[in-house]
């Protein structure tokens, strides 16, 4: 019982504020063509951006008009795309057979029955998605036969230094 009191309470409060304002033309919108529309500010989203509102333009977004730099016409973008690996994560490339069968045949530790002849594992850096071999970090343990379209210098020195070699793929 006390809930419908209480909505129609609101209900005719609402009315109540309608009522006193009756007559008052613009119901505490200002004066004509103010509340509704953009026109009561200034215009619509970005709208004035150079001229009544040059200056919040120029202080909180500058160099937001204009343009910048040289145009290129038929740009292709895939002949930049480069993803980039470096030399310290190659080893997590190498499948977890051949990393056993590195351990077994480069370890100082095994005997020489269990050793297995010397493989170098073979990391095809395309496979996993990466174009270049970068030489940052410390260069891989055992040596590794690693197939990429680009190396750096760094690279290619950390990984022949290793007793690898570096494979130059399409």
């Keep these: 019982m006390a809930d ?4 129609r309470n609101s209900r005719l409060n609402k009315r109540k ?9 613009s119901h505490g919108h200002g004066r004509i063509g103010k509340h509704r529309k953009g026109g009561c500010r200034g215009g619509r989203g970005n709208a004035g951006g150079q001229h009544h509102h040059r200056t919040l333009f120029d202080k909180y977004h500058p160099g937001y008009f204009g343009k910048v730099g040289m145009r290129q016409f038929h740009k292709k973008l895939h002949l ?3 993803p980039i690996i470096n030399i310290d994560k190659l080893w997590s490339l190498v499948p977890e057979e051949d990393k056993k069968i590195c351990d077994q045949s480069f370890n100082e530790n095994f005997p020489n029955s269990q050793r297995q002849k010397r493989k170098a594992a073979v990391v095809n850096v395309l496979a996993s998605g990466y174009f270049k ?3 940052n970090g410390m260069p891989p343990k055992y040596p590794m036969i690693v197939k990429a379209r680009y190396f750096t210098k760094r690279a290619e020195e950390k990984i022949k230094r290793a007793g690898g070699a570096c494979i130059l793929t399409a």
């Design 4 to 7: 419908g009191v209480k909505a």
């Design 17 to 25: 504020h309608a009522r006193k304002i009756r007559g008052g033309v």
């Design 80 to 82: 930049k795309y480069r």
């Design 133 to 135: 071999v970068c030489g």
